[in-house]
């Protein structure tokens, strides 16, 4: 089985453009979550999705959105970007929500804001 | 009461010899602990995960212990090795969310 799918691997942007970042979950898995890694903040949560619906969202800011489409691929977007967006967004996939899932990564977008 | 501490933040160990890294919970809701390996350049793959209704699971070289009334728990490397020279990652969930609260990371080092 082919694991989670990020794309781009890297990207580059200046402060104030939008970026989109994408994620193809392991074949079945229909929960997607995405993660912020930087080296200050660590991992943190920013969103969950399944069935095309946001189940759960951390504590970003509403520059920080998502969806989910009926292929269970999933979609993160920045927009206005700040110098402190830079960082590893990394997307897990599931089988289903819910703690009894374990979720695997992908091997994320390294994002840099200039 | 959201956050998993990790300790220690760093470690180097002889080849041969056991890597411990710790981790301690506050909310006691969670009912899900995984433990994830991460290389440089590469996202976080999972090793190993424990529930509380369980002290202890071994998987090959590595051991998760749980302590539940400490709100504490362990991973434990046996018989380390170069090869598992990396950053770890405990975590915590609850319930029927897959949010994963991380801890902060230990960066292990095995000295050949």
């Known amino acids: 089985k082919a694991g989670v799918t990020q794309t781009p691997r890297y990207l580059i942007k200046t402060r104030g453009q939008q970026v989109t970042l994408s994620c193809s979950p392991i074949?079945?898995?229909?929960?997607v979550s995405w993660y912020q890694q930087t080296p200050g903040q660590g991992l943190q949560f920013l969103f969950e999705?399944?069935?095309?619906?946001?189940?759960n969202k951390g504590n970003f800011p509403g520059r920080f959105s998502g969806r989910q489409f009926s292929n269970s691929r999933s979609e993160m977007n920045v927009s206005t970007l700040e110098l402190g967006d830079s960082a590893l967004y990394l997307c897990?996939?599931?089988?289903?929500?819910?703690?009894?899932?374990?979720?695997?990564f992908g091997d994320g977008t390294r994002l840099s804001i200039l | 009461q959201q956050q998993v501490k990790q300790s220690p933040q760093s470690l180097i160990v002889q080849k041969g010899g056991i890597s411990i890294i710790n981790c301690a919970y506050e909310?006691?809701?969670?009912?899900?602990f995984p433990w994830y390996q991460q290389f440089p350049g590469k996202g976080p793959a999972l090793l190993i995960a424990?529930?509380?209704?369980?002290s202890e699971k071994k998987e090959g070289r590595f051991t998760i212990s749980f302590n539940k009334s400490a709100k504490q728990f362990s991973l434990h490397i046996m018989d380390s090795q170069p090869g598992d020279s990396a950053t770890y990652f405990c975590?915590?969930?609850?319930?029927?969310?897959?949010?994963?609260?991380f801890g902060q990371g230990t960066t292990l080092q095995v000295k050949p």
């Open positions: 424990i529930r509380p209704d369980v």
């Open positions: 975590a915590a969930s609850r319930g029927n969310t897959g949010k994963l609260i």
């Open positions: 909310n006691t809701a969670f009912d899900y």
């Open positions: 074949s079945g898995h229909r929960s």
């Open positions: 897990a996939s599931s089988p289903d929500p819910g703690s009894n899932q374990p979720q695997h």
């Open positions: 999705y399944f069935s095309e619906t946001q189940r």
